[in-house]
């Protein structure tokens, strides 16, 4: 990483936000080290991810728990295992016997819970096993900051973050979590300059781990940013800033320098992956800027997202792939009134499923949603007691912000549009391949 000659402004306290990209080889753990000693004398709150591929690893881990096949599971377990051993023999030299005592202790948990059977749902177990990524990395991470030279302590963030027991998509405890918080982080930073933490998990009541969605670590940052009044947010990633579409998708994408918080909820809420959806209200609520960085070269400008509405957004596009169509009709004719559409989102609601666009006639209502086969199965089920049901799969959701017919042309002329739906500021199509 090149050198940098400018200074970032002293602020009390800020969060950062590494991801699994970020930390998963040692280069990579060396350059996150090398970021921080740029804000030599500030507080720093740091939130990781598990690294690179672990998450994926140990869900595969899950799967074969669950299925009952304890010897794959244990083999698949010992290859993350192995992996972690070497990245911390890699990094470290007089932390090394440290590192590999806590770790030790973070794979016999999750051992222990291998050797038995599965006697709860799936979802119990995935979080119990899949958690075990981000205190790895962090573990490691923490004992090279200490090996460099750094005042850092490590915290396990369950002893920090209460939630309810909905496993996979936890909710979180403010009132508990925020008195732990003022108990349990504040004073570290009397002793130390950076506290190392995990993002993505906490715990209920009964100590029991959960975790807090897929891409939950960003929102477990900006819990943290809220709860310990940071003067910012940076999330680190591979790409320059915030950019107005994936770029392998899009090639001509472009970066968007600066934007306000209801602008990236709406990106976010149409399937942006940049910023996980839950993260901005809690940054909202106190008026906290979310910065977007590049990790590779923190000179580059990234974006800001704040309270003041930018004008001349470029067009934002967003594909999403692998989605299903349900195609609902009335089993009498009768109008789809508010009390089928209420039994409708009641079902939704129970099966954590939203859709990612509606459309409803006199007889008739079209849901899109994310193609996932046991919960599409499920729902399904669950409506034909109400409607008569079709099931469309394979199919491509475009949404474009900010459009213009030019754009919607270049996007969408020639495909087989199959739905559509559009607002002044957005529009959406639904196209088979």
Same mark, same amino acid.
Not at 246 to 270: C, F, G, H, N, T
């Given at each position: ?33 090398? %970021? ?8 720093? /709150? ?160 009964? =100590? ?23 003067? =910012? ?9 915030? /950019?107005?579409?994936?770029?392998? *998708? ?23 992956? @940049? %910023? ?64 089928? /559409? ?55 959701? *475009? ?16 495909? =087989? ?9 957005? @529009? ?6």
């Amino acid at each position: 990483m090149q050198e940098l000659a400018f200074k970032y402004k002293k602020a009390y306290m800020i969060v950062f936000k590494f991801g699994g990209a970020s930390v998963q080889d040692a280069e990579r753990v060396r350059s996150a080290e090398r %970021i921080l000693r740029l804000h030599t004398g500030q507080k720093i /709150m740091v939130v990781i991810s598990a690294m690179g591929k672990t998450t994926n690893a140990l869900e595969e881990v899950a799967v074969a728990f669950f299925k009952g096949n304890r010897q794959e599971a244990l083999d698949l377990f010992h290859a993350v295992r192995d992996n972690h051993l070497e990245m911390a023999s890699r990094l470290l030299l007089k932390e090394l016997p440290a590192a590999r005592e806590r770790l030790s202790s973070f794979f016999t948990e999750v051992e222990w819970l291998l050797h038995d059977r599965p006697v709860r749902g799936y979802d119990y177990y995935y979080d119990q096993i899949v958690c075990i990524g981000e205190l790895l990395s962090t573990a490691i991470v923490h004992a090279y900051l200490k090996e460099q030279g750094h005042l850092a302590e490590w915290m396990d963030v369950r002893d920090i973050i209460r939630t309810d027991d909905h496993f996979r998509d936890a909710g979180i405890d403010w009132t508990v979590t925020a008195q732990q918080t003022a108990s349990g982080v504040l004073p570290l930073f009397r002793t130390v300059d950076i506290v190392v933490t995990q993002g993505f998990i906490g715990s209920t009541d009964e =100590n029991e781990s959960t975790t807090l969605g897929r891409e939950g670590s960003d929102y477990s940052a900006a819990v943290f940013a809220n709860l310990l009044d940071a003067e =910012n947010l940076t999330i680190w990633k591979d790409v320059e800033g915030v /950019m107005s579409a994936d770029p392998k *998708l899009v090639p001509e994408a472009v970066r968007i320098s600066e934007l306000d918080y209801s602008e990236i909820i709406e990106m976010a809420y149409y399937g942006a992956q @940049v %910023i996980h959806p839950k993260t901005i209200k809690p940054l909202q609520n106190k008026k906290i800027k979310l910065l977007v960085k590049c990790f590779s070269d923190p000179s580059l400008p990234g974006t800001v997202i704040h309270e003041q509405r930018p004008s001349g957004l470029p067009p934002i596009i967003v594909w999403k792939h692998a989605q299903a169509l349900l195609h609902l009709h009335s089993k009498d004719f009768s109008f789809v009134g508010e009390q089928p /559409m209420a039994k409708l989102y009641g079902i939704l609601d129970k099966l954590k499923l939203k859709p990612n666009l509606i459309q409803s006639g006199a007889v008739s209502v079209q849901l899109c949603l994310d193609e996932h086969p046991e919960k599409i199965d499920r729902l399904c089920l669950s409506a034909a007691d109400i409607f008569d049901v079709e099931v469309e799969k394979g199919l491509s959701l *475009l949404t474009i912000r900010h459009y213009s017919e030019d754009v919607i042309q270049r996007h969408a002329g020639g495909r =087989n549009r199959i739905l559509s739906q559009q607002t002044p500021e957005t @529009v959406q199509m639904l196209f088979r391949k």
